[in-house]
């Protein structure tokens, strides 16, 4: 029997020997770890991953030590967790946004990989230019509210809200990233195919919500260029709110597109990201050619005690956001120029640009101010989306002031909300909403809040239309909702 050990411990030495790579001879752990990196309106932290050498075979001339993984071979990958993109994991004191933006994520994930490539270059750890490196990070998040108004009797909810996983490849080199994010569908069973059901946990289908590639170094560069499926720099949509703003559902465009942009890391200096992409929408029966864009510019700045970013951009086409696309109503009612069953049309007269005007401003340690105005200054064609009888010329609006502080050592903020549209009653949206949100975090990695929010409703003789379909009608009254949420993100 022991013989039989013998061998099979011989073995598995050898295998080790033969599948792993050979590491320096040291009686040292090995620290493998990334700086903290602070961000405009947010402060994540990454852990540490630690790596301990462990000894396969020694011999009397030159102990060996063998790694299941060796950053210091080119080829070779270490895979670490978090930060989760955008979410603040750990406070400086100031700025609880829950909210984050889904647009400039590329950005955002530069600054991470600079921060990641200075941490390793203090440890005297050598990127080469086949050295890949596996950044993963997720939320689950879960919210309970409760619904009174709009005419209709008083609902509850409790639901999983969000479940996603993020996978950031660093690599391979310097100049290299991506990121693959994997969401799932919190909506019931589709009409039709294996999930055709009412059952709500039918459906919790996976599917790819971004893909892109990042061409990019800012620790050398402060130009970029970014290809794939994304939210395209229109608009910034920060919020303290659990709701989605009104300018983001409302204009917020994910669309398969070719980003270049302009990035310098200084305290105060201007940006720029210019783009272009195919939208569903077309003038015309051309449907096979790019045929939407933009631009969008801003400027940082830190002045003594006031931090902020300002900025606007323009989009030559409104149609293709996806609060147009996909408005999530029944068969019955416009659902957006990409709605299937004769509830949309992507064929329009004409284009309808877009621009965003926006303001973010951090006083002091405690208070931060935010406002964002997306408008079009031309009307759609009658036959693609109206209001009151005549074209309609959407717009929105987010202002929101918050004040941080904490709460029995917790770092927590108070926010009040104000939000309006204008012509959007055949997108879904509300005309006004005003909101209260108390935010904190009790445990590291997570966040807990509760929200209250009154919206106003159009008038209930208001009427509206989209691809000459008539809009789901308005009940005139208001409603009230609570929301509790609790997030988790590694």
Same mark, same amino acid.
């Given at each position: 029997?022991?013989?039989?050990?013998?061998?099979?411990?011989?073995?598995?030495?050898?295998?080790?020997?033969?599948?792993?790579?050979?590491?320096?001879?040291?009686?040292?752990?090995?620290?493998?770890?990334?700086?903290?990196?602070?961000?405009?309106?947010?402060?994540?932290?990454?852990?540490?991953?630690?790596?301990?050498?462990?000894?396969?075979?020694?011999?009397?001339?030159?102990?060996?030590?063998?790694?299941?993984?060796?950053?210091?071979?080119?080829?070779?990958?270490?895979?670490?967790?978090?930060?989760?993109?955008?979410?603040?994991?750990?406070?400086?004191?100031?700025?609880?946004?829950?909210?984050?933006?889904?647009?400039?994520?590329?950005?955002?994930?530069?600054?991470?990989?600079?921060?990641?490539?200075?941490?390793?270059?203090?440890?005297?750890?050598?990127?080469?230019?086949?050295?890949?490196?596996?950044?993963?990070?997720?939320?689950?998040?879960?919210?309970? @509210?409760?619904?009174?108004?709009?005419?209709?009797?008083?609902?509850?909810?409790?639901?999983?809200?969000?479940?996603?996983?993020?996978?950031?490849?660093?690599?391979?080199?310097?100049?290299?990233?991506?990121?693959?994010?994997?969401?799932?569908?919190?909506?019931?069973?589709?009409?039709?195919?294996?999930?055709?059901?009412?059952?709500?946990?039918?459906?919790?289908?996976?599917?790819?919500?971004?893909?892109?590639?990042?061409?990019?170094?800012?620790?050398?560069?402060?130009?970029?260029?970014?290809?794939?499926?994304?939210?395209?720099?229109?608009?910034?949509?920060?919020?303290? @709110?659990?709701?989605?703003?009104?300018?983001?559902?409302?204009?917020?465009?994910?669309?398969?597109?070719?980003?270049?942009?302009?990035?310098?890391?200084?305290?105060?200096?201007?940006?720029?990201?210019?783009?272009?992409?195919?939208?569903?929408?077309?003038?015309?029966?051309?449907?096979?050619?790019?045929?939407?864009?933009?631009?969008?510019?801003?400027?940082?700045?830190?002045?003594?005690?006031?931090?902020?970013?300002?900025?606007?951009?323009?989009?030559?086409?409104?149609?293709?956001?996806?609060?147009?696309?996909?408005?999530?109503?029944?068969?019955?009612?416009?659902?957006?120029?990409?709605?299937?069953?004769?509830?949309?049309?992507?064929?329009?007269?004409?284009?309808?640009?877009?621009?965003?005007?926006?303001?973010?401003?951090?006083?002091?340690?405690?208070?931060?101010?935010?406002?964002?105005?997306?408008?079009?200054?031309?009307?759609?064609?009658?036959?693609?989306?109206?209001?009151?009888?005549?074209?309609?010329?959407?717009?929105?609006?987010?202002?929101?002031?918050?004040?941080?502080?904490?709460?029995?050592?917790?770092?927590?903020?108070?926010?009040?909300?104000?939000? @309006?549209?204008?012509?959007?009653?055949?997108?879904?949206?509300?005309?006004?909403?005003?909101?209260?949100?108390?935010?904190?975090?009790?445990?590291?990695?997570?966040?807990?809040?509760?929200?209250?929010?009154?919206?106003?409703?159009?008038?209930?003789?208001?009427?509206?239309?989209?691809?000459?379909?008539?809009?789901?009608?308005?009940?005139?009254?208001?409603?009230?909702?609570?929301?509790?949420?609790?997030?988790?993100?590694?």
């Amino acid at each position: 029997m022991k013989q039989k050990l013998s061998m099979l411990a011989i073995g598995l030495s050898l295998v080790g020997m033969i599948s792993t790579p050979v590491f320096a001879a040291s009686s040292d752990q090995q620290q493998v770890g990334t700086s903290q990196t602070k961000k405009h309106k947010k402060v994540s932290h990454h852990k540490k991953a630690q790596v301990v050498a462990t000894p396969a075979a020694t011999d009397d001339s030159n102990s060996l030590m063998y790694l299941p993984m060796d950053i210091s071979v080119p080829g070779k990958s270490f895979v670490s967790s978090g930060p989760y993109i955008g979410i603040p994991l750990q406070y400086s004191g100031t700025n609880l946004i829950i909210n984050a933006p889904s647009v400039n994520q590329d950005v955002a994930l530069l600054k991470v990989r600079k921060g990641i490539d200075s941490r390793l270059e203090s440890l005297g750890i050598e990127q080469t230019p086949s050295t890949t490196h596996l950044l993963l990070s997720g939320i689950v998040e879960g919210q309970a @509210m409760v619904s009174r108004g709009n005419g209709q009797p008083t609902s509850s909810d409790i639901n999983l809200t969000s479940a996603g996983l993020d996978a950031y490849i660093l690599g391979p080199g310097q100049w290299l990233s991506s990121l693959i994010a994997f969401s799932y569908d919190d909506n019931s069973g589709t009409t039709s195919g294996s999930y055709a059901s009412n059952l709500r946990t039918q459906n919790s289908r996976v599917y790819i919500s971004q893909a892109f590639v990042t061409i990019g170094n800012l620790a050398k560069t402060p130009f970029y260029g970014t290809f794939g499926q994304l939210t395209v720099p229109f608009g910034t949509y920060s919020s303290n @709110m659990i709701a989605t703003p009104l300018t983001k559902a409302m204009f917020a465009t994910k669309e398969r597109a070719i980003v270049l942009g302009y990035r310098p890391q200084m305290d105060n200096a201007p940006y720029a990201a210019a783009y272009i992409f195919k939208g569903d929408s077309h003038v015309g029966v051309n449907t096979s050619k790019i045929n939407n864009g933009g631009i969008n510019l801003g400027y940082q700045f830190v002045r003594d005690t006031v931090k902020g970013d300002i900025g606007g951009g323009v989009i030559a086409n409104v149609s293709d956001s996806v609060g147009m696309q996909n408005i999530g109503n029944s068969a019955t009612y416009f659902n957006g120029f990409g709605g299937t069953n004769g509830t949309g049309n992507e064929t329009i007269i004409h284009r309808v640009p877009g621009y965003d005007l926006r303001a973010l401003l951090s006083v002091g340690e405690h208070v931060d101010l935010l406002a964002e105005y997306i408008f079009t200054t031309k009307t759609f064609s009658h036959a693609d989306l109206t209001m009151k009888n005549h074209g309609a010329k959407p717009r929105a609006l987010d202002a929101e002031a918050a004040y941080s502080f904490a709460a029995f050592s917790h770092p927590s903020s108070v926010a009040v909300g104000y939000g @309006m549209t204008q012509d959007a009653l055949a997108l879904g949206l509300p005309s006004e909403r005003y909101s209260f949100v108390f935010n904190t975090s009790i445990w590291r990695d997570t966040l807990q809040s509760i929200e209250f929010r009154h919206e106003i409703n159009y008038a209930a003789s208001a009427t509206a239309s989209g691809s000459g379909v008539a809009a789901a009608p308005s009940s005139g009254r208001s409603n009230d909702v609570v929301t509790a949420q609790f997030d988790v993100y590694f």
